[in-house]
């Protein structure tokens, strides 16, 4: 999740008892992340990996990623500087 607690450290959604106050707060914002990154993998073809090997695939994951994080960015600014025009 890359957040911090308040004893400062790193735990996963996993981590913590289930149904917990804790875990009722945090996830359903990772699964919500989850399904995203997965429903956008879906879109673009990548339900099954087009190559062979661990190393290829986690290749094509990391750029994939990276894709998805850039198309975010481009869109985050595309907003914005709409959103100064209208104002």
């Keep these: ?25 945090l996830y359903p914002r990772a699964r919500n992340a989850v399904e995203g990154r997965n429903a956008t993998f879906e879109g673009w073809g990548f339900k099954r990996m087009s190559v062979f090997g661990m190393l290829r695939s986690k290749a094509l994951l ?11 960015l481009a869109r985050l600014v595309r907003e914005a500087t709409l959103a100064s025009l209208l104002t």
């Design 62 to 72: 990391f750029l994939a990623d990276a894709l998805d994080t850039l198309s975010t």
């Design 1 to 25: 999740m890359g957040e911090r607690f308040a004893d400062a450290s790193i735990r996963l959604v996993r981590d913590i008892p289930m149904r917990s106050s804790a875990w009722k707060s």
